[in-house]
């Protein structure tokens, strides 16, 4: 006997019916927002992600060397083929490239609740739009697909941080070029490691700079409780700041002004609470960056992303910004489950073909194959069976209705029709059953 592997699903009807459920409310919605559909292959140049994910992700690779002694992986996320693909037509392209994908990502992860090694992702981006009605237009995406559920802003948020302020807040702290990304992914980690291993990872990511890191630490802890737009300004204001660096900090909290303003106008600001603890973990982003969480239950991220404008000027095309956002099924169906807006999924046919006797199965296949050319779900036994047991079975699939076909009704051409909940019977001529059913 076998077992899946650990961290791997299988999804039997009643899964891939739920599964389904939350494809079809992501599709529609960003088809709602114009977003075309796209899909990158499952497998990749292992390269592609060691050089662009970052370090989280490299130690989480599903990779090996396939039989052409090439070395590939699985892929953690989609994003880095996303730029590949529009950086490939970046040329010809009609911008703003507005795309999105759903299919499953791979991640070697330690195994915990939420986390799995197979997962579904949905990405949405926009790329070769540099303004902030870009960063808007994703981050209203992400919650309409959120609200398509019918989840309110009493279960979920999105917490919205920026790397471009933290950028110039760790250069008033002294950090520069090329210590700033190594000291990003620390502050990421900062409320999820303990004191101890924070200072050891600080020591690493500024060795060689000078600095003092348990200093930054202490500094860094000031702003990563910043969480109104009020306090970036304060944080700012208690220091004594050059003409240049004050200039870039005041044009980055007018973007954050604009961008506010924007998510208001789209009536989404219930659901948004700017926080700079938000940082992320991949190595790629450039701007603006966010998560959205359940605020109920185990307050575990749904989705996350933000801007990286020069992820596809590094693999080699056109400088082309780009801001988007992944969102996982695992955490949304939990909290679906959760809070009881799982929808009600059916595999359920719309009527169950009961069948007289084997003299009328060939009269009864071509009603059933004219109803489903029509477009009607329609059931029926695939062995004779007596009539009790054909209605047993009608009852345990779903079925709307019965219909019953048996001679002497064909003589007339019609058969019989059973509403199965009401138990209400009558006949109908065949010609008007598919208008009747549909
Ligand atoms: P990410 O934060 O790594 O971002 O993943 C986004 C979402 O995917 C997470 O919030 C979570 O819901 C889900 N997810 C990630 N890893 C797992 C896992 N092991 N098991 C279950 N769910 C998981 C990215 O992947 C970026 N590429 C998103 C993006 C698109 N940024 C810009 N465009």
Not at 249 to 273: H, K, M, N, P, T
Not at 425 to 433: L, N, Q, T, Y
Request: glycine content about 10%; charged content about 25%; overall charge negative.
């Amino acid at each position: 006997m076998f077992k899946t592997l650990p961290g791997f699903r299988e999804f039997y009807p009643e899964d891939s019916a739920k599964k389904n459920y939350i494809f079809d409310k992501w599709r529609n919605t960003a088809l709602a927002f114009g977003f075309s559909e796209f899909d990158p292959p499952v497998l990749e140049q292992l390269e592609l992600f060691t050089e662009k994910s970052g370090e989280e992700i490299k130690s989480q690779l599903f990779e090996f060397v396939d039989k052409g002694g090439r070395g590939v992986s699985l892929r953690p996320e989609m994003t880095p083929s996303l730029a590949r693909m529009v950086g490939a037509r970046a040329n010809g392209i009609r911008r703003p490239v507005k795309w999105f994908a759903i299919g499953e990502n791979y991640r070697y992860e330690r195994q915990q609740k939420g986390r799995l090694r197979a997962f579904f992702q949905y990405n949405a981006d926009i790329l070769g739009e540099e303004s902030a009605n870009a960063d808007a237009e994703v981050i209203a995406l992400l919650i309409e697909s959120l609200r398509a559920f019918g989840l309110t802003e009493n279960e979920f948020k999105l917490r919205l941080g920026d790397r471009t302020l933290w950028v110039l807040f760790l250069e008033t702290a002294g950090v520069t070029e090329p210590y700033i990304i190594p000291v990003l992914s620390v502050i990421d980690k900062l409320e999820k490691v303990p004191p101890e291993t924070l200072a050891a990872l600080m020591g690493d990511a500024v060795k060689g700079s000078g600095l003092d890191s348990a200093a930054l630490i202490e500094k860094v802890r000031s702003f990563i409780g910043v969480k109104s737009l009020d306090s970036m300004r304060e944080a700012f204001a208690r220091q004594e700041l050059g003409a240049e660096i004050s200039e870039k900090i005041s044009q980055r909290l007018s973007d954050w002004e604009q961008l506010l303003g924007l998510l208001d106008a789209l009536g989404i600001s219930a659901f948004i609470s700017p926080d700079m603890g938000i940082v992320r973990g991949l190595a790629y982003y450039t701007g603006f960056v966010f998560e959205a969480f359940q605020t109920v239950g185990t307050g575990r991220a749904l989705a996350g992303g933000g801007r990286y404008d020069t992820l596809v000027k590094k693999l080699g095309y056109p400088d082309m910004p780009a801001v988007g956002f992944g969102m996982g099924d695992v955490t949304v169906s939990d909290l679906l489950e959760l809070v009881g807006k799982g929808g009600a999924v059916s595999n359920a046919p719309d009527a169950y073909v009961v069948i007289g006797s084997d003299a009328v199965r060939p009269a009864a296949l071509k009603i059933i194959s004219d109803m489903r050319r029509f477009g009607l779900r329609i059931d029926y036994p695939l062995k004779a069976s007596s009539f009790g047991k054909q209605f047993k079975q009608a009852d345990a699939v779903g079925a709307k209705f019965a219909l019953i076909v048996g001679e002497d009704e064909l003589q007339k051409n019609s058969v019989k029709i059973k509403n199965l909940s009401s138990g209400e019977e009558k006949e109908m001529p065949i010609a008007e059953i598919q208008n009747f059913l549909k």
